[in-house]
């Protein structure tokens, strides 16, 4: 980024920041007591009881290093209000605690501002601009920094996830820098942070072994063979090695690495999240409803046999299927490998340096979310960050960017249910997508429409549900028997959005055309 657009970068960090500090007194979930209560455990228990102590609902099911993460943390706290660190103070809540709380994910977001400023960084000139709103880096700042789904789930919903997406995009400037080796070790701390980030590890895996390890290509392209590195793949090996080590090697000295893992990967949560995320199964979910209805109506089924948690999926973890079969850890293991296959073989036999790299990303993120077990809603931003970095390169994805984005970040809405925060979320949800289609229309003015007529009419069909799930609803006699109606109406809706871009994003890299080159010897 030149120097001259350090003032601009500057401004735009600095608002994004005083909006966050204002949205202090705001809403917060269930989230804000899980991190309460994990400063607690780190901060009075010993290293061996920190993924044993089950005092509250709400146990350590994070990655180490976010245990010690939550620990250095505690010992700031303390200065603020001790008894927010007392393990049996449940649910404890004070005006010391909510400060210090919110001003900790404001002050960790500092990594995810540098994070974006070296993404910018990495932005080639080709479409300069005179007026600076119109410039790809500038775009591509607000598209990041300003991010509407990153701004509710953080800074009102109440989570890490800023700290954490910056550790992911510098990891991701590094590769583009050809800095493979901080790349790489930037990754492997992130997934010793937060597991979630695992989704994407096929993409960073297959880049750096193709990128790094691999040194020179044929002339047509393909993988000239003899240029592997042994030095290079042991280097990569020591960064994995030291750091899982580094995390996990406390617990595996104190024989406690299962339960740690049980911790981790907790399969008896049912395949839903208790409101569904908008993926495949949504959609898998609302057919066994809707056969379910069909086959009452007809008599084929009967009625006192089915059970209960079927009919009120969305307000439940777990969802027993009724007509269609029932799906397994396994099943949706399988589904995601066979989803993420395809992309990591055109990152294979199609490279195309950084583009392809994100591209494969992208796709990795967005199949794990549509067919993950257990998936949070909140999982569609691990595609939709990575997304905007793409968006301004070329039309096409710009297009595809807005239906994933004004869609993912729609489906988060049910997060804030209060009335306080209904103009907020609101009023942040239009100039963010107001903002994100008038700068990349301008952008790419030269070229043909962003979205056809069939794109802009499902996404303006946007505003009936919500006002329908907000206002119409709730005044109506189906409020008090059928409460998961709004729910499963976005998610459902939001779920035809979502997976249309993705297999609008699969085809058009599995279509497009590569440019030979050569890779240096």
């Given at each position: 980024m030149a120097a001259g657009g350090r003032g601009w970068f500057r401004a735009l960090a600095l608002g994004v920041s005083f909006l966050k500090c204002l949205l202090i007194p705001a809403y917060y979930s269930t989230d804000f007591e899980v991190h309460r209560n994990w400063l607690a455990i780190?901060?009075?228990?010993?290293?061996?009881?920190?993924?044993?102590?089950?005092?509250?609902?709400?146990?350590?099911?994070?990655?180490?290093?976010?245990?010690?993460?939550?620990?250095?943390?505690?010992?700031?706290?303390?200065?603020?209000?001790?008894?927010?660190?007392?393990?049996?103070?449940?649910?404890?809540?004070?005006?010391?605690?909510?400060?210090?709380?919110?001003?900790?994910?404001?002050?960790?977001?500092?990594?995810?501002?540098?994070?974006?400023?070296?993404?910018?960084?990495?932005?080639?000139?080709?479409?300069?601009?005179?007026?600076?709103?119109?410039?790809?880096?500038?775009?591509?700042?607000?598209?990041?920094?300003?991010?509407?789904?990153?701004?509710?789930?953080?800074?009102?919903?109440?989570?890490?996830?800023?700290?954490?997406?910056?550790?992911?995009?510098?990891?991701?400037?590094?590769?583009?820098?050809?800095?493979?080796?901080?790349?790489?070790?930037?990754?492997?701390?992130?997934?010793?942070?937060?597991?979630?980030?695992?989704?994407?590890?096929?993409?960073?895996?297959?880049?750096?072994?193709?990128?790094?390890?691999?040194?020179?290509?044929?002339?047509?392209?393909?993988?000239?063979?003899?240029?592997?590195?042994?030095?290079?793949?042991?280097?990569?090996?020591?960064?994995?090695?030291?750091?899982?080590?580094?995390?996990?090697?406390?617990?595996?000295?104190?024989?406690?690495?299962?339960?740690?893992?049980?911790?981790?990967?907790?399969?008896?949560?049912?395949?839903?999240?208790?409101?569904?995320?908008?993926?495949?199964?949504?959609?898998?979910?609302?057919?066994?409803?809707?056969?379910?209805?069909?086959?009452?109506?007809?008599?084929?089924?009967?009625?006192?046999?089915?059970?209960?948690?079927?009919?009120?999926?969305?307000?439940?973890?777990?969802?027993?299927?009724?007509?269609?079969?029932?799906?397994?850890?396994?099943?949706?293991?399988?589904?995601?490998?066979?989803?993420?296959?395809?992309?990591?073989?055109?990152?294979?036999?199609?490279?195309?340096?950084?583009?392809?790299?994100?591209?494969?990303?992208?796709?990795?993120?967005?199949?794990?979310?549509?067919?993950?077990?257990?998936?949070?809603?909140?999982?569609?931003?691990?595609?939709?960050?990575?997304?905007?970095?793409?968006?301004?390169?070329?039309?096409?994805?710009?297009?595809?960017?807005?239906?994933?984005?004004?869609?993912?970040?729609?489906?988060?809405?049910?997060?804030?249910?209060?009335?306080?925060?209904?103009?907020?979320?609101?009023?942040?949800?239009?100039?963010?997508?107001?903002?994100?289609?008038?700068?990349?229309?301008?952008?790419?003015?030269?070229?043909?429409?962003?979205?056809?007529?069939?794109?802009?009419?499902?996404?303006?069909?946007?505003?009936?549900?919500?006002?329908?799930?907000?206002?119409?609803?709730?005044?109506?006699?189906w409020k008090q028997h059928f409460p998961f109606v709004p729910l499963l109406l976005t998610s459902v809706y939001c779920a035809l959005g979502i997976t249309y871009a993705w297999l609008k994003l699969y085809i058009s890299v599995l279509t497009e055309r590569t440019p030979v080159r050569q890779?240096?010897?």
């Open positions: 780190t901060h009075n228990l010993p290293l061996s009881q920190w993924y044993c102590e089950a005092t509250s609902e709400w146990t350590l099911d994070y990655p180490p290093f976010f245990a010690w993460f939550e620990y250095v943390l505690s010992h700031i706290a303390k200065y603020f209000d001790p008894q927010m660190l007392v393990v049996e103070n449940l649910n404890y809540t004070s005006r010391a605690t909510v400060f210090f709380q919110r001003l900790s994910v404001i002050f960790t977001d500092t990594l995810f501002i540098y994070a974006v400023h070296e993404c910018c960084r990495c932005i080639n000139g080709k479409r300069a601009a005179k007026d600076i709103l119109e410039k790809p880096t500038f775009i591509l700042a607000v598209l990041l920094l300003w991010n509407f789904g990153l701004l509710i789930v953080d800074h009102i919903h109440f989570q890490y996830n800023g700290f954490l997406f910056g550790l992911m995009l510098l990891s991701v400037a590094r590769l583009c820098q050809k800095r493979y080796l901080e790349g790489a070790l930037l990754f492997a701390i992130l997934l010793h942070f937060k597991h979630i980030y695992v989704y994407v590890a096929p993409a960073y895996g297959i880049y750096l072994l193709r990128s790094y390890c691999f040194t020179a290509n044929n002339a047509d392209g393909s993988l000239k063979w003899r240029s592997f590195s042994f030095l290079h793949v042991t280097l990569l090996a020591l960064i994995v090695c030291l750091v899982s080590a580094l995390s996990l090697g406390p617990f595996l000295v104190l024989g406690q690495l299962p339960q740690v893992i049980s911790r981790l990967f907790p399969f008896k949560r049912g395949l839903c999240h208790a409101y569904w995320a908008p993926n495949f199964w949504a959609l898998y979910n609302a057919m066994d409803k809707a056969l379910t209805i069909l086959g009452l109506k007809c008599n084929f089924l009967d009625g006192t046999k089915i059970p209960k948690a079927s009919m009120t999926g969305g307000l439940v973890q777990e969802f027993q299927h009724t007509v269609l079969p029932s799906v397994t850890p396994l099943a949706t293991l399988i589904c995601t490998f066979i989803a993420i296959l395809p992309s990591v073989f055109c990152l294979w036999f199609k490279p195309q340096g950084p583009r392809g790299f994100l591209q494969c990303l992208v796709l990795c993120a967005l199949s794990s979310f549509m067919f993950g077990w257990h998936v949070h809603e909140k999982a569609i931003l691990l595609a939709i960050l990575p997304l905007s970095l793409l968006s301004i390169q070329r039309a096409k994805d710009a297009g595809i960017y807005l239906i994933l984005a004004t869609t993912g970040h729609f489906s988060l809405f049910p997060l804030l249910f209060t009335t306080p925060e209904l103009p907020i979320k609101i009023l942040l949800m239009l100039l963010f997508t107001v903002y994100s289609f008038s700068s990349l229309k301008s952008l790419f003015r030269r070229e043909k429409p962003l979205l056809n007529w069939l794109e802009t009419i499902y996404l303006i069909q946007l505003v009936p549900l919500e006002i329908f799930c907000e206002i119409i609803f709730p005044l109506t006699p890779k240096a010897e």
